[in-house]
């Protein structure tokens, strides 16, 4: 058996590997500057971020919410896709039958011009606007005003040279944004705008969960890539022991993946590779990149 992190194992496995799932988690972003979750301790200022991901707090205070929204728009739309973006939107031009879950919500894959019917955004995004008010169903997509109202302009300032923003130090004061400054819905006219993202607690897309399920039940899976995430958010993370159980291989691509801790969840097959995503999946993939770029077809380190 090749040792877990042999690419040129893998390149043999890929190479008779037709139907392909991948699951993406903040780590495919890192190193485009985009602080994941953990990475920041799961903290934004002095808020736990799956706290304030959630109905319940936009409902206690919009303007807090909005704010950290805001600020993560802004951050996104300073971004640019990384390699590791533009090898999975590669695959996916070279293999029709592979399929990749994002749970980021930075738009940065659709950027990297991956192909949107080979690419499901189980958390929303960052640049849909929803209403709050229920059964409204009014969405705005694409929307990249930034900053999104003048009410949210803190969340757009860049940091002062070589100093941190004052706005991720709890201890700085920032001024109340009250609810009455954010934009209601012109349809309703009541409902609060809000992220399109999906917060804890609410059901990810029916459709898109359907859609994702047929695939996976439709035949046996060859390999999934596992790529960037701490898997401990649900339905995603289920992901991984459902293509398991069709047959996949396990592939991690994560600087955490061959750790002990990690190593012994491994199965006989299963790959893991310690390495940064934007280094480590165009070194992974390129049979598969190559055959694109044989047929003509752009991919760019
Ligand atoms: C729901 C959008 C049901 C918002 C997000 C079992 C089944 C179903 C639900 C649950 C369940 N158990 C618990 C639940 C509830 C809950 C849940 O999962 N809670 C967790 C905390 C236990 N799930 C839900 O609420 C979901 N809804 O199930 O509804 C339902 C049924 C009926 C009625 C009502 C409801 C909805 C979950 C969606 C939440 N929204 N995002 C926003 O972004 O603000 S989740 C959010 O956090 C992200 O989208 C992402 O999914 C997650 C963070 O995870 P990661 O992406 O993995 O990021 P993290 O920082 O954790 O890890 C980064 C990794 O990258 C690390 O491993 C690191 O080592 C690695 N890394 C670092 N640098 C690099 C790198 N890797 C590669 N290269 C690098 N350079």
Known sequence: MPPHNDVEAF???????????????????????LPTFRGVGGYWRSHDATKLATMRAFMTDPGLVWLFYGYRRHLALRAT??????????????????LCLTQNVDDL???????????????????????TTEG????????????????????????????????????????????????????????????G?????EELDTDMINRINDWITADKIDLMLVVGTSAQVYPAAGYISRARLHGARIVT???????????????????AFGEDAAECLPKLLEPALGKLQRSGEEFHE
């Open 253 to 271: 691509v994560n600087p955490e993946a061959e750790d002990e801790a990690e190593l012994c969840k491994m199965q006989p097959g299963d790959f």
């Open 81 to 98: 896709p990384n390699a590791g973006h533009r090898a999975l939107a590669a695959l996916a031009k070279a293999n029709s039958d592979f």
């Open 136 to 195: 409204c169903g009014w969405i705005e997509k694409g929307n990249m005003n930034d900053p999104f109202c003048p009410a949210l302009a803190a969340a757009s300032e860049d940091p002062p040279k070589g100093k941190s923003l004052p706005l991720l130090d709890p201890y700085h004061r920032i001024k109340h944004v009250a609810e009455e400054e954010l934009p209601r819905f012109p349809q309703c006219k009541t409902g609060l705008q809000r992220p």
């Open 109 to 131: 894959s659709q950027r990297a011009d991956h192909p949107s019917s080979q690419l499901c955004t189980l958390h929303g995004s960052l640049f849909d606007i929803k209403c």
């Open 11 to 33: 390149h043999e496995v890929l190479r008779s590997s037709r139907r392909i799932l991948a699951l993406c988690g903040a780590g495919l972003s890192a190193s485009s500057g």
């Open 197 to 201: 993202v999906v917060w804890f607690g």
